[in-house]
């Protein structure tokens, strides 16, 4: 495959994970943006998923949903339809303001599944099948198909995971051997690592730096840029002995400390010269950063810092032990608050305590707010759908988004209506009243990977509900994830009992819209945290955010 003029920055992990590369691929394109370069970028991850859409949120995050769907054809007669990929692609799209595109989103189950593919159909006849050359060719081969798609100036690549993991072996073989074919001044190399600080004695320490820069030396591979992810900013000594002892010039050690918000870290960097130092890597030409970009970006940032009155969300939902887990809705709710000059205070709630004590739904008194969570399966249901009837007896502004759109037309069903047994039938296949149930084209499918209503479609909203009065249009194009929907024989009943119909899928039409008269109750379908972006926020969210405040006010007053 030819190579084209793209140039590739690796960001490569160590010492442990959740360090933030996600955040710094990211910020590192933005920096770029800011120079006028196009970019883009692929996420690796090591697991032999072919995508996370099965994983649990709790073992892996969130899943993030494309607007595309990837019809992946790893070889002739097998296809797969790909649109949920890693969650570092929601930290993308916000930073870079694109859209993501699923291929870019490579996993080891992809690269084995289309090697041991192949070979069944005979591409590889008469030719023993291993980790090199047959592995590493198809991870070198995915990374330049992901530079061809759209030719960016700089590709971004993430390999997730810890440098010295097993499962990440192979990828770092495919880059030295990349480094070897494309040519050294075409790539740089970032490597993250932890520079912790020892309380006890108010120290920084290299040590797990210097070891996770060795294992990746081991591998043939020299980081060009070393970034120190700590606590705080690393002073001058500490830069010189990782210089010393990682073999990089000091100017190229970079401090990525913690920061009030994440949208900052462009800025630091851009303080630190990484930008030029990038350019110079990949034998660019140094520009200077647009004003107008940059300062655009600040303000934004300067918004999300100097945030003034707190207001109180409680996020209830099955996969509250992790943050990760509602990454994208929670910076949603931060962009939204940010953008009306307040700051959301968000408690995650894991909603069995409910189904133990109903007695523990007092502390929802103390909320500006209710998101009903996404989700799925039996597990803390009737805790959500207790959190859900909440809000309809209260008036509470709430968002149930998903599955928590579904659980707020079951708790619906069951407190006005009066079907005391109304459930879903995911949750209750026997209910007498199935108010929630399977998709019709979900009938019979029995793949659960890549077999959901996925990706971006259009929906048409109901002029005079909340929903238009958030949009203020007509038809929106929204992100979709799931295998049931509200019942419309239903729905179509509970219209005449106060509850609104407010969206329609216009492909299907399918309800992916409901919401209550009389309060800021609003359920949808669809997924629209994954379109908000830090400074444009989703509609839905800001109009959220705006009666959260709104009854904060009203609670003053009384």
């Known amino acids: ?256 400390p913690d920061l009030e918000t994440p949208y900052e870290l462009p800025l630091v960097f851009e303080k630190q010269g990484l930008g030029d130092l990038i350019c110079d890597l990949l034998n660019l030409p140094r520009r200077k950063p647009d004003v107008k970009l940059v300062s655009e970006w600040g303000s934004m940032v300067g918004r999300f810092k100097e945030a003034g009155e707190v207001v109180k969300i409680a996020m209830p939902g099955k996969y509250c032990m992790i943050s990760d887990s509602y990454i994208s809705i929670l910076e949603a709710l931060k962009a939204a608050a940010a953008k009306l000059g307040l700051k959301a205070e968000v408690e995650l709630i894991e909603t069995e305590e409910f189904e133990e004590d109903r007695r523990r739904l007092k502390i929802l008194d103390e909320v500006d707010g209710i998101i009903l969570t996404p989700g799925f399966g039996v597990r803390g249901v009737e805790g959500m759908i207790a959190v859900a009837e909440y809000a309809i007896k209260s008036g509470t502004p709430f968002l149930g988004i998903c599955f928590g759109a579904q659980l707020l037309f079951v708790a619906y069903a069951r407190s006005v209506l009066g079907l005391e047994k109304a459930n879903s039938t995911e949750v209750d296949p026997e209910t007498p009243h199935p108010v929630v149930r399977l998709l019709e084209e979900q009938k019979g499918i029995e793949v659960k990977g890549g077999t959901m209503k996925l990706g971006g479609r259009p929906v048409r909203l109901v002029r005079g509900s909340l929903l238009h009065q958030a949009y203020k249009a007509d038809r929106i194009v929204e992100r979709f994830r799931h295998r049931y929907h509200i019942n419309p024989d239903y729905a179509r009943l509970a219209e005449g009992r106060g509850l609104r119909i407010s969206a329609y899928d216009e492909l299907d039409g399918a309800i992916c819209g409901i919401e209550l008269e009389g309060s800021w109750i609003v359920g949808v379908q669809f997924h629209p945290e994954f379109r908000s972006r830090p400074n444009n926020p989703s509609p839905i969210f800001l109009e959220f955010m705006r009666n959260a405040y709104r009854k904060r006010e009203l609670g003053k007053g009384c």
């Open 1 to 256: 495959m030819k190579d084209l003029e793209t140039r590739f920055v690796f960001v490569t992990g160590g010492v442990l994970s959740g360090l933030g590369k996600g955040v710094v691929a990211a910020s590192i394109g933005k920096i770029l943006q800011f120079r006028g370069y196009r970019v883009d970028a692929v996420k690796i991850d090591p697991y032999l998923n072919v995508d996370p859409g099965t994983l649990n949120p709790i073992e892996h995050g969130e899943v993030f949903v494309c607007e595309d769907i990837w019809e992946f054809e790893p070889a002739p007669g097998y296809r797969f339809r790909i649109a949920e990929i890693d969650q570092d692609f929601g930290t993308y799209e916000r930073f870079l303001d694109m859209k993501m595109h699923p291929s870019n989103n490579i996993t080891s189950g992809q690269v084995y599944l289309s090697v041991i593919l192949k070979e069944r159909v005979g591409e590889y006849l008469g030719k023993t099948i291993q980790v090199i050359p047959h592995i590493t060719g198809e991870i070198k081969e995915r990374i330049r198909r992901a530079a061809q798609r759209l030719s960016p100036d700089v590709l971004l690549v993430e390999l997730g995971g810890t440098v010295g993991d097993i499962e990440i072996m192979p990828f770092l073989e495919a880059l030295r051997q990349l480094i070897l074919e494309i040519g050294k001044n075409r790539i740089a190399l970032v490597h993250v690592t932890l520079v912790p600080l020892l309380e006890a004695v108010r120290q920084l320490k290299t040590k797990p730096t210097q070891h996770s820069v060795r294992a990746l030396q081991s591998m043939g591979l020299q980081p060009d840029v070393i970034i120190g992810r700590g606590a705080v900013e690393l002073p001058d000594d500490i830069r010189e002995k990782i210089s010393l002892f990682c073999n990089v010039p000091k100017h190229a050690v970079i401090s990525d």
